[in-house]
């Protein structure tokens, strides 16, 4: 299984983004998407069913603000992002888990087997 991940950028605060991941291969039960500043621990964003009925997580600074979904024909997992602030600039992962995570696995990076390259996302005016 091969990720990448494209959309990201500068942006001014309160602006949106739109992150995806490209999965090519067999890519398993569950998409998330990790985001990571230099010097701190990898943090959960959000993660998706491919199947089952495509349930959806969201770490609670991502609630409201962030939507991610799926595009099965394509195989694509998009993050979107609106209302950015400063404090979302990180460097962003997606990562893919060969089974269908529960919400307590979902937020683990080791639950996840693949993952992407990394996408920059700044924050600012």
């Known amino acids: 299984v091969q990720l990448q991940a494209s959309g990201g950028g500068l942006v001014q605060p309160g602006y949106p983004l739109r992150l995806s991941c490209a999965a090519s291969?067999?890519?398993?039960?569950?998409m998330g998407w990790f985001r990571q500043v230099s010097g701190k621990e990898r943090e959960f964003v959000s993660a998706i069913r491919w199947s089952g009925g495509g349930g959806t997580f969201y770490a609670d600074f991502a609630k409201g603000r962030f939507t991610i979904s799926r595009d099965n024909a394509k195989n694509v997992v998009y993050l979107q992002m609106n209302s950015l602030k400063p404090e979302d600039t990180a460097v962003y992962y997606c990562?893919?888990?060969?089974?269908?995570?529960?919400?307590?696995?979902?937020?683990?990076?080791?639950?996840?087997?693949?993952w992407g390259q990394g996408t920059q996302v700044t924050v600012s005016s």
């Open positions: 990562a893919a888990a060969e089974g269908t995570l529960i919400a307590s696995s979902a937020f683990s990076d080791y639950r996840y087997d693949y």
């Open positions: 291969g067999r890519t398993g039960g569950t």
